[in-house]
């Protein structure tokens, strides 16, 4: 078959989120959002952008990035773990997803054939191994979305890469430092020559409870990928990072990187300087308040619809598990109440590999009102 035959064979499907998101209605309300679309960057940010621009904001930087926020990076993750890291550790990205990326491309460069990625998952967990040629596989959660250790135990060889996600998307659960723990003493035995890829893109999105250290305290294998576009509401400044412990491999992923994006764009690695700083602390507890306050009106009308959900302490989202009203797919209801004049949007759980959940986004300033379309619309679905 020729080029051309091939591609006129091929289908390119819209993601599911993308594809209920592009049906909103204009009166529509959206619970779909994956990032804090709707609240307020913090002024730095803009200020850092708006010096930065005439001060070498548009000229290239080192291949890794920016050498003061390559070692902001490090001294904000030795804080977490006590190692000593420096900006030879660090890789800024286009984003957390080129940080994905490039880290599963250099390491099956290396010979890595396995990815394991949890049970119910972001997307792009599976599909960049697969775009590699690499193995995927799942491994199971427990109805609380704690990792069963056990199942994983089983599964697991010594060359693996494993994808950990907390706080997660979509389930909202953090794994506490117990569970971190007894993961990291199962991994030290098993994991021995593979490493964990830990993204921790929601950690400063923890607004119940204690935010457990980056899982790199726990676990010395870890390549931490992180960025500012869920914490600093500033998804579209693409800026992310990957940081390890590991100086050589560190220099294998920016050479990976240099080849598909030569650098990070340099005006938005100084604005991104502030959030790493930690400057941006206030604006990001501004943030958790509305989220906590959002969550527990949430958890309110899904309590009094007796929709069972595991109750969420950080990143934005709920997920609740929809099976006893909708049946085991969700995604025709989902469809449906997007494309409806004063509708709602939520995603469909297949997105993240679990097609009875729903899941809904509480970066909304308007969730009273996008909750009480949803029991509407929830209530008539069941009626017809
Ligand atoms: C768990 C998770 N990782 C990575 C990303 C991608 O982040 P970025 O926008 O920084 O590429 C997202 C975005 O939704 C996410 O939810």
Redesign the pocket.
């Known amino acids: 078959m020729s080029i051309d035959e091939r591609l006129a064979n091929s289908q390119f499907p819209l993601p599911a989120i993308r594809e209920v998101n592009l049906l909103k209605h204009a009166s529509g309300i959206s619970l779909g959002l994956?990032?804090l679309k709707d609240f307020p960057v913090d002024d730095q940010i803009f200020e850092a952008l708006a010096t930065n621009w005439k001060n070498g904001g548009t000229s290239y930087t080192q291949n890794a990035g920016l050498p003061q926020l390559r070692q902001a990076v490090a001294d904000l993750q030795s804080k977490e773990d006590g190692f000593a890291y420096t900006l030879e550790h660090v890789v800024i990205?286009?984003?957390?997803?080129?940080?994905?990326y490039t880290t599963i491309k250099t390491l099956c460069n290396l010979g890595a054939k396995r990815v394991l990625i949890p049970q119910i998952?972001?997307g792009?967990?599976k599909k960049i191994p697969l775009e590699f040629g690499m193995e995927v596989v799942t491994y199971p959660l427990n109805d609380d979305f704690s990792i069963d250790l056990g199942q994983l135990s089983q599964l697991i060889n010594a060359d693996d890469i494993l994808l950990l996600?907390s706080p997660?998307?979509?389930t909202g659960r953090v794994l506490t430092e117990t569970e971190l723990v007894d993961l990291a003493s199962l991994l030290n035995q098993t994991l021995t020559d593979g490493y964990v890829i830990s993204?921790e893109?929601?950690g400063r999105l923890v607004y119940d409870g204690i935010r457990p250290r980056s899982f790199s305290a726990f676990f010395k294998r870890t390549i931490v990928?992180d960025?500012?576009?869920?914490s600093a509401a500033a998804?579209g400044l693409?800026?992310?990072w990957v940081i390890t412990s590991n100086s050589v491999l560190a220099k294998a992923i920016t050479s990976a990187n240099a080849s598909i994006i030569s650098t990070p764009p340099t005006a938005n690695q100084f604005a991104a300087l502030p959030v790493v700083l930690g400057q941006t602390q206030n604006t990001i507890d501004g943030y958790n308040a509305l989220l906590k306050a959002n969550r527990d009106n949430v958890m309110g009308v899904l309590e009094r619809l007796n929709i069972p959900f595991v109750k969420p302490c950080g990143?934005f989202y709920i997920f609740p598990q929809m099976q006893g009203i909708l049946g085991g797919e969700t995604k025709s209801f989902c469809l449906d109440t997007a494309k409806r004049e004063n509708g709602v949007v939520v995603i469909p759980g297949v997105a993240f590999g679990a097609s009875s959940y729903i899941r809904i986004s509480l970066a909304s300033l308007h969730i009273e009102e996008g909750m009480r379309r949803f029991e509407q619309m929830l209530l008539s679905y069941k009626r017809e």
């Open positions: 994956g990032e990205t286009i984003g957390v997803q080129n940080a994905i998952h972001f792009i967990y996600n997660s998307n979509p993204d893109i929601y990928v960025g500012i576009s869920k998804a693409r800026v992310g990143s």
